[in-house]
């Protein structure tokens, strides 16, 4: 894990940012740095999760802190995290945003069209900016697109995982189709580093710290 400084050059429409940052900074799907704004009193740190790619830095999904400027100076500490790690084999990959935008799994996109996957994107919001040969599917379809997929990626809030566990389907049936993997989102005020415990999650006979067990854990961690 490193530090350094970067910059927020733009904030896009879906309030996503292009950070600017040195290059070893720049978090693979799935990880995160921690910001924190340069001269701001604000304890708090940020999560930013790597959306897409930009010049001299990266497309941040959309960041919660509307305080941040174009030209804001940020303080960063990361990549942090394990981040999503899509099997070379993947030939037919379902992105799944469950209760949130799919911006966090686009980084997914280039690696899984450069090995020629088909890609099924599942979730309720607007995406806008796809390539052409991604199919987009509502929620409604999530089920069907994840047992025909031989990996999925999950993107949902930690309150709801239940849920999306749930309508899965029965463990066996989870268990006995390809790979999944599952970002949990919850806030993550240290990244780890104060062991604060904010970020916890309890799992049937066990509990993890998202913010660095995952946040991506791999579905059969989670059954
Ligand atoms: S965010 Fe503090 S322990 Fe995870």
């Known amino acids: 894990m490193k530090t350094g400084k970067g910059q927020l050059h733009e904030i896009y429409l879906d309030s996503g940012a292009w950070i600017i940052c040195p290059p070893e900074l720049i978090p693979a799907p799935g990880q995160y740095l921690l910001a924190h704004a340069g001269g701001s009193d604000s304890p708090l740190v940020v ?10 830095g990266f497309r941040s999904a959309p960041l919660l802190k509307s305080a941040w400027l174009p030209g804001t100076r940020l303080n960063l500490r990361g990549p942090i995290g394990h981040g999503f790690s899509i099997s070379a084999s993947a030939r037919k990959v379902a992105l799944i945003a469950f209760d949130d935008s799919p911006a966090r799994l686009r980084g997914l996109i280039s690696s899984a069209l450069k ?73 993550m005020p240290c990244g780890a580093l104060a062991e604060c415990g904010v970020c916890a999650l309890t799992l049937r006979h066990k509990w993890k710290m998202i913010c660095k067990d995952g946040p991506v854990f791999d579905i059969e961690e989670l059954l």
């Open 47 to 56: 999560p930013v999760f790597f959306s897409d790619s930009a010049p001299n």
């Open 115 to 187: 090995q020629e996957a088909e890609i099924v994107l599942v979730c309720n919001s607007v995406a806008d900016e796809l390539p052409e040969a991604i199919e987009v599917q509502p929620l409604q379809a999530m089920v069907d697109i994840f047992h025909w997929a031989d990996y999925a990626a999950m993107d949902v809030r930690r309150e709801n995982l239940h849920q999306l566990m749930e309508m899965l389907g029965k463990q066996e049936h989870v268990r006995a189709r390809s790979e999944a993997q599952v970002l949990v989102r919850a806030p």
